[in-house]
């Protein structure tokens, strides 16, 4: 290990196992950016577990005496058209942004790195036959696709987050398609097979857990896209119907009809999502930084 990076990682390079408190005060001290992004992406998962105890009021709750607020007093965001808190149906908005994001990469990322994963090892008919698949899917653009999925499927949270995790799964099994086949060249993989070892137990013992790394990152980077892609869809007014609250439906609501009269209704979704966006991007390219070795100390 270098200077530079032993100066980084100071208690990575203790020959004692590091404890977790180690080795997140050591990639605070590296990558700052990514730690800020950690908290916001750790406020925005707070807001969605603890919506019910932080909203200041019923999301839904109609009060038509109090139409188009301006922020402060009683209500810290302004209320919108209908009187509802702006301030609780953001916070409540998260949940659903983190639902459908982690649904989405979960399901895109984990079916689209085991493509890759099956892809890069076989060979022959099987890459030839999932990567061809990988393009016909490559060939649409993103949002697109989605929006696709997403009219055949009909609007709901578990649908867009089908529809998500289409558009994911071609990137994902490139990625980890191309780690995969790097990772098979190696001399281990060829002593392996020598010692008797099956196919799958070399990916499963081998293979798989060498290409976490690039695995991890496209998970992250995908969690901040997925975000914007639910929000988009809402915003077209593709999103889940009501009882569920999106900050692309407040945005479709108070940025199109009401901007002039109360921009509060659109403002603060907006920083909201444009900060959970953030605050993943942030973390994903730190941990970019972090887990592959080419970019170590950069």
Same mark, same amino acid.
């Given at each position: 290990?270098?200077?530079?990076?032993?100066?980084?990682?100071?208690?990575?390079?203790?020959?004692?196992?590091?404890?977790?408190?180690?080795?997140?005060?050591?990639?605070?001290?590296?990558?700052?950016?990514?730690?800020?992004?950690? #908290?916001?992406?750790?406020?925005? &998962? @707070? +807001? /969605?577990?603890?919506?019910? %105890? *932080? $909203?200041?009021?019923?999301?839904?709750? =109609?009060?038509?005496?109090?139409?188009?607020?301006?922020?402060?007093?009683?209500?810290?965001?302004?209320?919108?058209?209908?009187?509802?808190?702006?301030?609780?149906?953001?916070?409540?908005?998260?949940?659903?942004?983190?639902?459908?994001?982690?649904?989405?990469?979960?399901?895109?990322?984990?079916?689209?790195?085991?493509?890759?994963?099956?892809?890069?090892?076989?060979?022959?008919?099987?890459?030839?036959? #999932?990567?061809?698949?990988?393009? &016909? @899917? +490559? /060939?649409?653009?993103?949002? %697109? *696709? $989605?929006?696709?999925?997403?009219?055949? =499927?009909?609007?709901?949270?578990?649908?867009?987050?089908?529809?998500?995790?289409?558009?994911?799964?071609?990137?994902?099994?490139?990625?980890?398609?191309?780690?995969?086949?790097?990772?098979?060249?190696?001399?281990?993989?060829?002593?392996?097979?020598?010692?008797?070892?099956?196919?799958?137990?070399?990916?499963?013992?081998?293979?798989?857990?060498?290409?976490?790394?690039?695995?991890?990152?496209?998970?992250?980077?995908?969690?901040?896209?997925?975000?914007?892609?639910?929000?988009?869809?809402?915003? *077209?007014?593709?999103?889940?119907?009501?009882?569920?609250?999106?900050?692309?439906?407040?945005?479709?609501?108070?940025?199109?009809?009401?901007?002039?009269?109360?921009?509060?209704?659109?403002?603060?979704?907006?920083?909201?999502?444009?900060?959970?966006?953030?605050?993943?991007?942030?973390?994903?390219?730190?941990?970019?930084?972090?887990?592959?070795?080419?970019?170590?100390?950069?």
């Amino acid at each position: 290990m270098e200077a530079h990076e032993q100066a980084a990682y100071p208690e990575l390079t203790a020959r004692e196992r590091p404890s977790l408190f180690a080795v997140v005060w050591a990639f605070s001290r590296a990558k700052p950016l990514g730690a800020i992004g950690a #908290v916001l992406v750790g406020c925005v &998962a @707070l +807001l /969605a577990l603890l919506s019910p %105890v *932080l $909203a200041p009021f019923d999301p839904f709750e =109609l009060h038509r005496r109090a139409t188009f607020l301006a922020p402060g007093g009683e209500y810290a965001l302004g209320t919108d058209n209908m009187g509802r808190d702006v301030l609780s149906r953001v916070i409540w908005g998260s949940r659903l942004s983190i639902f459908v994001g982690l649904l989405s990469v979960a399901l895109g990322t984990v079916v689209g790195g085991l493509l890759g994963l099956v892809s890069g090892y076989f060979g022959g008919a099987t890459d030839l036959t #999932v990567q061809r698949c990988m393009d &016909a @899917l +490559l /060939a649409f653009p993103m949002l %697109v *696709l $989605a929006l696709m999925v997403v009219s055949v =499927l009909g609007a709901s949270a578990g649908n867009i987050a089908i529809a998500i995790a289409v558009v994911l799964l071609p990137q994902a099994a490139r990625v980890v398609r191309s780690s995969v086949l790097s990772i098979k060249a190696h001399e281990y993989i060829t002593a392996a097979r020598a010692m008797g070892s099956g196919h799958w137990r070399i990916l499963w013992q081998h293979v798989l857990p060498n290409s976490l790394a690039p695995y991890i990152v496209v998970a992250t980077t995908a969690l901040g896209w997925s975000i914007i892609v639910e929000a988009s869809l809402s915003f *077209l007014g593709l999103g889940p119907p009501p009882p569920f609250v999106s900050w692309g439906t407040m945005l479709s609501e108070g940025g199109r009809e009401y901007l002039s009269k109360a921009p509060w209704m659109a403002i603060f979704p907006g920083i909201a999502l444009s900060l959970a966006v953030f605050g993943v991007n942030l973390l994903g390219d730190a941990l970019r930084d972090v887990l592959d070795p080419r970019l170590r100390g950069s």
